[in-house]
């Protein structure tokens, strides 16, 4: 696979490490044992597409959001997770 | 048996000859054959035997798709088994052997399988060798001849001694192929103004035209490949790439090419075997040709029964006969052109054709070659043992039966195109009816196939399509060109009859390499075994090195035939890559252990190898175990340098800990969140030892950190744990708390860091360093001062994890051999030395402190007793799911010290602790680590025990170790054996 | 239906008798005592002891494409049975006694053959874990060795035992008992036996919906009708959050993708199986067909795709030739990817559901292969009591939220780890 990392181009996954599902909101560190349960365990595990967390580990080393088809392997979206940084690419 | 060399003609450069052997026999082939084409000129026709019934086999093709011409080439260390006779190049004092028979190729006594042959059908073994009784005994026996029996070449048992190379690279256009269509595809592409690379397998371009007499663009196809070629080469933006197989298209354009780097065995140069291109391809053409598919009739595996147009390429392009009378039988047109040019090379050549009746150009041409040809008729059997003395034909249903005479026969039971790599990317043929071929289906990779892989015969046509398929490739990449149209796929003037298979007689194959016959498809369809990855299963047809290139099809057909179905209901299997084998030293590239893995040096690693350290690996990272004396064993050093330290003074190399700077107006409330403990509230200027957990609650790793300035924290993490802990503080940062002004930065390269513990440390200290004040006042335990040593800036941190007075000092990673020079020099004035992890670690297990096995992902805080160090005052991570109700059992298994009950007596890590009748099951724990201490003269270990203390302390259990057959009683006390008030540290 | 031996093949040689089908095809019915989602190992397996161990014969196992399609034909076929923590070690004890006497059991040769399987140690540290780790396992009843350095050498000699070797061999642990069996076999005798007891398999028959009558799972629709059942089952590894969201199932699983790699056949090389965790991940056999047979970690990524990637390919490479070196010259002939249901813990999922009627096996990431038999033991079990057996209660669902996970990697809740 090939990610375009928005600083570095586009790059090998196996640049990238992987994060898993980005679609899941961790709680407030004293929020509820149920919400804590639901994000640290509960996945939908989509076949399709997936909001997913990767950091160019071997590259600079940002943390992105991925829109990538699970079945396909197919790219439709990169980004930046934090939202400053973003704006600091455009 | 009558292969010969014709004396003109062929693409062979007949004045260089080249020397080879097989199974010990000298033997002249010209530069520019192939194994096979040398082996045909020298008459040799039985080069191997089959994979089960031994029988017999010769070479059945001239390329890729080989099922029969395997042999190992070389010899020693660089025998490479399995290789296809007819792809690999000759090249001088090559070295070949026929492989999977004993004692000779001619005299193999496996042929003895044969009587057996009405049991051995497809999945015999399935119904078998079960018994006598019940166990697995009974197959273990059985298994261990079939294994003998099983497989085909031997592999070298030695080092491989090669060396390969990897390289990356980029292009536009990759086109795979380089006959008619994928040069066109090229010329044009490039022409366009693509980054082109062309592969192709062969060590010649051209493909199909290297076979070729009729002419193209009005000149002879050579001509006409040598000046494209020409253009090819001067053009500047394509690469062309012979000898180079096009393996495997992964997600995203990347493809792997092997490409096969020429050299002579014993050659002794540093160019390495083969070569690895990643490729990353904008778009790629495969312009990969097609297949030849064999017909089925009794004994078509006998050496001399060939791919009709692969005896085309024997005559034309190696000017090799076959034989000296040649029956071709077919069911399609493309026979005829083959007929025509082995006749023309005054092969006497017989046509049969199982169509009632064909005309057109080619069958005109045939005629005027004087090509015989019988309508109506297909081949039954054929006759010979080591090789062929004739043919039995007969109508389709069996009938006028007769027997004509030959020394070769051709086979063409139509064509299959190439898609292996469309197929791999899970693209799904379509199977046409009227070409009784998978024409490619529709996708939306950027991948195209032109040329005969599309399913077009002819050459203009190839060639048209090539050109299309660059055009195509052009354009989506933003060209302004031309677009010429695709020629629709066919080209012949009759249409071919599928295959029949009444009255076959004899074995029939259908995959040859793997002995799968026509009997085993019937069996297999009928056991219910009906769907094609199935019956590929049961009988193994298509599983062997040519993965099934000529057999998928002929066994689809059967199955639909059996089953009373289109082939288009039956479906496919898929072709997985790689497309061509490729060798696995290939993929590793060059020191392959260390591009994966590459071990990792501290600043201080040259200083302790000269101080005669004994090096181990830990982490990734070579750290000093232990700095033996003369033969000291690692037991006897490990106490002498625990009594330096607990007397003098020891210095430890411990630059391996992960290192992260944590800066910014909110590293202390990140923090505060990240470790179970505060830090926020920490002075600058001091260190605080921390544990950090995961999500779920269970501890992940430990520390200390050290703020340095009112912004600036220093983290320091296990060896192991560095880059997950980096990862884990990056992540919470940009994606759970953007809004923290924090970064995490690993400095773990920058610093050199030595730890100094014993009574006399500060001593050592003095006289070297410069800028603070080392007394206890001024530096008390767990301060961080900055000073200088020899000139340069360091930080000193005072921590111990011996229960020594102790400090950490770190400097940057350039001068750490200076100062661990300058330490040493010291320390070693002070009756001190060196010490290696070892010392390190069992120093802590006097003091109680967890050495890394007790973190091992399933501890919790309150495991590991450290369960009072958790803040209440503020959340962190894990502290919600750390209260789930089974990580608050009491009962769980948590940190406890062991000693031996009987003086004397020692213990192993590993032991499991249980009541002393208890010896099954999990028992009540295990030890996690054991040490012989000299501070008090016995064994001391750690474990961690269902209960803890709170339930054990002062009581007998047993250490039950069964796999070294030995079993003691300990008693459980509190792991701080040493000093537990702590007066040496705080001293 | 003719019985499989010797004999019986001798017999149809001579006569020229064909033999029957394998296994029944029949129509499916509209209504069953148990419905099994899945026709791979597991579901059969389950099928097979429903009928031989509680006499539920009244079963159909639903099979979307043909049957062993999915995972049980994609594995590297080990079987071990060295696992360290509380739960585990019991469970696949269990599956290797089951291994045993499978062939006889089933009458059809699933060819299990424990030549044994050693896991490398490297380290002074590997060396400490598998002294605990063989004590448990001694401690169960489960053989075990610790082999050093020179015992190694002597029986497996084409292993690095270089000074330049990358990953020096401390020694190994061997389970004698450990080994591999033919993983289509497995899935072809549990199919043939089942059939004999009366269980219908149904293939190209894909569940489409569950049919639910409150919170009550009542049966399925499928694309061949709808099949109503007392009992529902799913045993679909893969594919179990697809099968699972259908019911409104939430559940705490990955699909990842593995891959898996086979050589050209060779002469015999290597006797055992050999394991190696101490970076990354390797493990390679022989089969008797003679092709090396081998695999690495996953490509770390979630997918469906089963088909891997070039750089997970190159690892995999590196680690055979590194460990291996005889190796390099030895050509790969196909690797293909599986996708494998990974769970939180790295441990599978045997248990009931919030939906009455419903139960679920799955979640069984690189360990499906070995468990077949026991997991068909104890699912249909639980099937049938409507309860966990001892040997599979430590798997339930409700272990993640009470904290007790079985994490014997270590890794906590990153499935991919595992």
């Known amino acids: ?90 | 048996m009558t292969a010969f060399r014709f004396e003109v003609g062929g693409a062979l450069d007949r004045d260089r000859p080249v020397e080879f052997s097989f199974n010990g026999r000298r033997l002249q082939g010209y530069t520019g054959d192939t194994l096979a084409s040398a082996l045909l000129a020298n008459g040799e026709c039985l080069v191997g035997r089959s994979f089960k019934y031994h029988r017999p086999r010769g070479i059945m093709s001239a390329g890729l798709e080989e099922t029969s011409a395997l042999l190992t080439v070389g010899r020693g260390a660089s025998a490479t088994p399995n290789t296809l006779a007819t792809t690999e190049e000759l090249c001088q004092g090559l070295e070949a052997y026929s492989q999977h028979c004993w004692p000779s190729l001619r005299f193999d006594i496996g042929v003895l399988n044969q009587l057996f042959t009405p049991f051995l059908g497809a999945g015999f073994y399935y119904k078998t060798f079960m018994g006598p009784g019940k166990t697995s005994r009974s197959w273990m026996f059985y298994e261990r001849f079939i294994r003998r029996a099983a497989g085909l070449g031997r592999a070298s048992r030695e080092p491989d001694p090669d060396r390969y190379e990897n390289v990356e690279g980029f292009c536009d256009l990759l086109v795979v192929g380089a006959g008619p269509a994928g040069l066109e595809a090229a010329r044009v592409a490039s022409g366009a103004g693509l980054n082109v690379i062309l592969v192709e397998r062969d060590f010649q371009l051209g493909g199909n035209l290297l076979q070729e007499t009729v002419p193209i663009e009005d000149v002879t196809a050579s001509a006409w490949l040598a000046s494209r070629e020409r253009d090819l080469r001067a053009s500047p933006n394509i690469r062309i790439l012979t000898r180079t197989t096009a393996f495997g298209i992964y997600d995203h354009g990347v493809v792997g090419l092997v490409e096969r780097l020429q050299r002579s065995p014993g050659e002794l140069d540093n160019t390495a075997r083969e070569r690895l291109w990643t490729i990353r391809a904008k778009r790629v053409v495969v312009a990969a040709g097609a297949i030849e598919r064999p017909l089925i009739f009794g004994n078509n595996d006998r050496p001399g029964v060939m791919l009709a147009s692969s005896m085309r390429s024997y005559a034309n392009r190696w000017a090799v006969a076959a034989g000296k009378s040649a029956v071709i039988v077919t069911n399609n047109d493309s026979a005829y052109i083959a007929a025509r040019d082995l006749a023309k090379a005054g092969i006497f050549t017989i046509l049969v054709d199982a169509r009632e009746k064909a005309s057109g150009s080619m069958v005109d041409a045939a005629l005027a070659a004087d090509v015989e040809v019988r309508f109506g008729r297909v081949p039954l059997r054929a006759k010979g043992r080591n090789g062929v003395t004739g043919l039995q034909i007969g109508d389709p249903n069996g009938g006028h039966a007769e027997i004509i005479r030959c020394d070769a026969i051709g086979m063409s039971g139509g064509w299959s195109p190439t898609q292996h790599l469309l197929s791999q990317r899970g693209v799904r043929p379509v199977w046409s009816d009227e070409l009784a071929a998978f024409l490619p289906g529709e996708t939306r990779e950027p991948i195209r196939c032109v040329g005969a892989a599309s399913g077009v015969w002819g050459n203009d046509e190839c060639r048209d399509s090539g050109r299309a398929g660059g055009a195509e490739a052009a354009i989506a990449l933003g060209k302004t060109i031309v677009k010429p149209g695709f020629p629709p796929a066919g080209g012949w003037d009759n249409p071919i009859r599928q295959h029949v298979l009444n009255s076959i007689k004899g074995k029939a194959f259908v995959d040859v390499q793997n002995d799968v016959t026509l009997g085993d498809i019937i069996l297999s369809t009928s056991e219910g075994y009906d769907a094609p990855e199935l019956l590929k299963r049961y009988t193994t047809l298509g599983m062997g090195t040519d993965q099934g290139r000529t057999s998928a099809v002929n066994a689809l057909a059967l199955i639909a035939k059996m089953r009373g179905r289109q082939i288009s209901e039956v479906g496919t299997t898929t072709f997985r890559p790689p497309f061509a084998p490729v060798s696995i030293g290939v993929l590793a590239g060059s020191d392959p252990g260390q591009r994966l893995y590459p071990t990792r040096r501290s600043p201080v690693h040259n200083a302790s190898i000269s101080q005669g350290a004994n090096m181990i690996e830990s982490g990734f990272w070579l750290r000093s175990q232990y700095f033996p004396q003369g033969a000291e064993s690692l037991e006897a050093g490990y106490q002498r340098e625990m009594r330096m330290v607990r007397r003098s003074v020891g210095i430890c190399d411990v630059s391996s800990f992960g290192k992260i700077s944590v800066q910014g107006p909110d590293a202390g409330e990140f923090l505060n969140r990240v470790y179970v403990n505060a830090f926020k509230s920490l002075p600058v200027g001091k260190a605080r030892y921390g544990v950090m957990l995961r999500d779920d609650g269970l501890a992940m790793d430990d520390g200390t950190c050290w703020r340095v300035g009112e912004f600036d924290y220093l983290v320091t993490t296990t060896t192991a744990c560095a880059g997950k802990v980096l990862s884990w503080l990056e992540e919470l940062l940009e994606t759970r708390w953007p809004d923290l002004r924090a970064s995490a930065t690993s400095v773990t390269e920058q610093w050199a860091a030595i730890s100094i513990a014993g009574p006399r440390s500060r001593e050592l200290l003095e006289p070297i360093i410069t800028g603070m004040k080392l007394d206890n006042d001024a530096f008390p335990f767990m301060g961080v001062r900055e000073g200088k040593i020899d000139g340069v800036d360091c930080r000193v941190a005072r921590i111990s994890f011996s229960g020594e007075l102790g400090y950490e000092v770190y400097v940057p990673a350039d001068f750490g051999e200076n100062t661990w020079n300058l330490l040493l020099t010291g320390v070693k004035g002070l009756g001190g030395g060196p010490y290696g992890t070892e010392t390190l670690d069992a120093l802590a297990i006097e003091k109680g402190h967890i050495v890394g096995g007790e973190l091992d992902g399933r501890s919790t805080l309150d495991d590991l007793g450290l369960g009072r160090m958790a803040s209440g005052k503020k959340p962190f991570v894990g502290s919600v799911m750390r209260r789930r109700p089974e990580l608050c059992n009491d009962n769980r298994a948590q940190l406890v010290g062991l000693v031996p009950v009987t003086d004397g007596e020692t213990f192993e890590v590993g032991s499991i602790l249980c009541q002393q009748q208890d010896l099954s099951g999990h028992g009540l724990g295990w030890v996690t680590s054991a040490i012989e201490s000299p501070s008090l003269g016995h064994w001391i270990g750690i474990g961690m025990l269902n209960g803890g203390l709170s339930k054990w302390e002062g009581r007998t259990l047993l250490a039950d170790n069964p796999i070294r057959g030995v079993r003691y009683l300990v008693k459980v006390v509190s792991p701080h054996f040493i000093d537990p008030e702590g007066k040496r540290l705080h001293g | 239906m003719t019985n499989y031996s010797a004999f019986e093949l001798l017999r149809h040689a001579v006569s020229g008798r064909p033999w029957s089908r394998a296994w029944r095809n029949p129509e499916p019915k509209s209504q069953y005592d148990v419905v099994i989602v899945g026709g791979g190992g597991h579901g059969l397996a389950t099928a097979y002891y429903l009928a031989k161990e509680f006499g539920i014969r009244n079963v159909a196992v639903l099979e979307k494409s043909h049957i062993g399609s999915g995972n049980a034909g994609r594995n590297t076929t080990i079987i071990l049975a060295n696992y360290l923590l509380a739960g585990s070690t019991e469970f696949y004890g269990h599956s290797q006694k089951l291994w045993d006497t499978l062939s006889s059991e089933l009458n059809f040769n699933v060819m299990f053959s424990p030549r044994g399987q050693i896991l490398l140690l490297n380290s002074s540290e590997d060396v400490d874990g598998a002294v605990r780790r063989s004590n448990i396992m001694l401690r169960h009843g489960i053989e075990a060795r610790l082999l050093d350095r020179a015992a190694m050498q002597k029986l497996v000699p084409h292993l690095d035992y270089r000074p330049t070797a990358r990953f020096p061999i401390w020694g190994g642990l061997l389970q004698p008992s450990g080994g591999t069996a033919r993983h289509d076999a497995v899935v072809w005798g549990y199919a043939r036996a089942a059939s004999q007891l009366g269980v219908d398999i149904i293939q190209n028959c894909e569940v489409t919906g569950f049919l639910r009558d409150g919170g009550r799972i009542t049966g399925v629709e499928t694309t061949r009708g709808r099949v109503l059942s007392k009992k529902t089952a799913m045993a679909v590894a893969g594919h179990t959050s697809q099968l699972g969201e259908m019911a409104g199932l939430r559940l705490p699983i990955e699909s990842h993708l593995l891959q898996a790699f086979v050589s050209e056949p060779l002469k015999p090389l290597l006797d055992h199986v050999i394991d190696f965790v101490s970076h990354g991940q390797f493990y390679i056999s022989q089969s008797d067909k003679g092709g090396m047979v081998f695999g690495g970690d996953l490509d770390m990524y979630n997918s469906y795709a089963q088909r891997g990637n070039l750089p997970a390919v190159r690892d995999v490479a590196s680690l055979a030739v590194s460990l291996m070196p005889c190796l390099g010259r030895v050509r790969l002939v196909r690797h293909w990817g599986g996708i494998n249901d990974m769970t939180m813990d790295g441990s599978p999922i045997i248990s009931k559901t919030p939906l009455e009627g419903l139960y679920l096996s799955g979640g069984w990431g690189y360990s499906g292969f070995k468990a077949t038999p026991a997991s068909g033991w104890c699912f249909s079990h639980l099937i049938a009591r409507g309860e966990n057996d001892r040997l599979s209660a430590p798997f339930s669902l409700d272990r993640f939220a009470r904290g007790a996970t079985i994490d014997e990697a270590g890794t906590g809740p990153i499935p991919r780890l595992h």
Request: aromatic letters at 8%; a negative charge; proline letters at 4%.
């Open chain 1, 1 to 90: 696979m090939r990610i375009s990392c928005p600083f570095c181009g586009e790059r090998d996954h196996s640049e990238f490490t992987y994060g898993g599902d980005a679609s899941v909101t961790f709680p407030e560190l004293d929020a509820s044992l149920e919400e804590w349960n639901d994000a640290v365990y509960i996945r939908s595990n989509p076949k399709g597409v997936l909001r997913e967390k990767w950091q160019h580990s071997g590259g600079c080393r940002i943390w992105l959001v991925l829109e990538r088809d699970t079945l396909t392997h197919s790219i439709s979206q990169v980004e930046p997770v934090r939202l400053t940084i973003s704006e600091l690419v455009k």
